[in-house]
C-alpha cells in the first residue's frame, strides 16, 4: 500500500523560498565583489542546487504514483543537506562579520 505523501507539498514551498534566499546572497556577492575572498559562495552555490533538486523531487512526488515515496524521501533528504549548507554559510558570513 501506498504511504500518504504530506511532507512533498511543504518540501516543495520552503525549498523553493530557501532557494531564492540563497539566489539573492549569491548575486548580493556577486554584485559586492566579495566572492573572491571567502568560501561562501561555493556553498551558497551547492545549496542552490540541493534546493533545486529538492524542489524538482518534491514535484515529482506530488505527480507521480509509482515511487512518490521514493521521490519524497530523496527530496527529504537532498533539503535537509541544504539546510545544512546553509547553516555552514550562516557561520561563515557571522565569522567574516566578527573578523
Given at each position: 500500500m501506498?504511504?500518504?505523501?504530506?511532507?512533498?507539498?511543504h518540501?516543495?514551498?520552503t525549498?523553493?523560498?530557501?532557494?531564492?534566499?540563497?539566489?539573492?546572497?549569491?548575486?548580493?556577492?556577486?554584485t559586492?565583489?566579495?566572492?573572491?575572498?571567502?568560501?561562501?559562495?561555493?556553498?551558497?552555490?551547492?545549496?542552490?542546487?540541493?534546493?533545486m533538486?529538492?524542489c524538482?523531487?518534491?514535484f515529482?512526488?506530488?505527480?507521480?504514483?509509482?515511487?512518490?515515496?521514493?521521490?519524497?524521501?530523496?527530496?527529504d533528504?537532498?533539503?535537509?543537506?541544504?539546510?545544512?549548507?546553509?547553516?555552514?554559510?550562516?557561520?561563515?558570513?557571522?565569522?567574516?562579520?566578527v573578523?
Amino acid at each position: 500500500m501506498r504511504e500518504i505523501n504530506n511532507k512533498s507539498s511543504h518540501i516543495l514551498n520552503t525549498s523553493a523560498t530557501l532557494f531564492g534566499l540563497c539566489y539573492v546572497v549569491f548575486t548580493s556577492l556577486k554584485t559586492l565583489k566579495l566572492d573572491g575572498n571567502t568560501l561562501i559562495d561555493e556553498f551558497t552555490a551547492v545549496s542552490m542546487v540541493l534546493f533545486m533538486i529538492s524542489c524538482l523531487l518534491s514535484f515529482l512526488s506530488i505527480r507521480s504514483n509509482r515511487k512518490s515515496v521514493y521521490f519524497e524521501r530523496i527530496a527529504d533528504y537532498a533539503f535537509l543537506a541544504g539546510l545544512f549548507t546553509l547553516f555552514i554559510i550562516t557561520i561563515f558570513i557571522v565569522f567574516n562579520l566578527v573578523q
